[in-house]
């Protein structure tokens, strides 16, 4: 089975700021990866797969990059909504998702 | 509009069997394949298990392969999660969510999920 590793778990950040998530696959994964979102109470929502390609409606300050076993989600300027729960999920093998990382406010 | 609204959570004593549905609209649901996700309370998501479009093909996590069941009724657009042998650390919400086309169980995300459903493994 794929594991995925997702760094860091938890993360303190400002309205504004950029941040960047990472995510590390035991094995290439193809760029098959995904990022969600998920608040508390909340289904997880999917915004980027494909490694870059941004869910229609999710806003254009989301990017991901990477390629073979290691993968990113930059958030370019952060906005209050953004505080969140941020799951990376691999879909080249059945799936398996990273731990999350916890986005809060700083 | 899209729309998965699970149902059947509740309460039961280890040892004991459930069945979860997840009640489908908005899209042509024999076409797609499902799959059944969890999340144990304050932990992350967990991939259960999967089913193709044609319900001939099913995977399972080794956390619950032999004791739950995945199958589907396309023609009430219904997926179900059959749970026996339930176990304390299956307490957990439980996500319905829309993978990709037709009869592959993989290679695509989860662009639709449900509301979930909460599951409660407590004498």
């Known amino acids: 089975d794929i594991q995925m590793t997702q760094s860091p778990s938890s993360l303190s950040a400002s309205v504004g700021d950029r941040v960047t998530i990472t995510c590390r696959a035991s094995?290439?994964?193809?760029?098959?990866l995904a990022w969600y979102q998920q608040k508390p109470g909340k289904a997880p929502k999917l915004l980027l797969y494909?490694?870059?390609r941004l869910e229609s409606g999710v806003p254009s300050r989301f990017s991901g990059s990477g390629s073979g076993t290691d993968y990113t989600l930059t958030i370019s300027s952060l906005q209050p909504e953004d505080f969140a729960t941020y799951y990376c999920?691999?879909?080249?093998?059945?799936?398996?998702f990273g731990q999350g990382t916890k986005l809060e406010i700083k | 509009e899209v729309q998965l609204l699970e149902s059947g959570g509740g309460l039961v004593q280890p040892g004991g069997s459930l069945r979860l549905s997840c009640a489908a609209s908005g899209f042509t649901f024999s076409s797609y394949a499902m799959s059944w996700v969890r999340q144990a309370p304050g932990k992350g998501l967990e991939w259960v298990s999967a089913?193709?479009?044609?319900?001939?093909?099913?995977y399972y996590a080794d956390s619950v392969k032999g004791r739950f069941t995945i199958s589907r009724d396309n023609s009430k657009n219904t997926l179900y999660l059959q749970m026996n042998s339930l176990r304390a650390e299956d307490t957990a919400v439980y996500y319905c969510?829309?993978?990709?086309?037709?009869?592959?169980?993989?290679?695509?995300?989860?662009?639709?999920w449900g509301q979930g459903t909460l599951v409660t493994v407590s004498s």
């Open positions: 494909a490694a870059s």
């Open positions: 094995q290439g994964i193809s760029n098959s």
């Open positions: 089913i193709s479009g044609s319900g001939g093909s099913t």
């Open positions: 969510a829309k993978s990709g086309p037709g009869d592959i169980l993989t290679g695509y995300p989860f662009g639709y």
């Open positions: 999920q691999q879909y080249y093998s059945t799936n398996t």
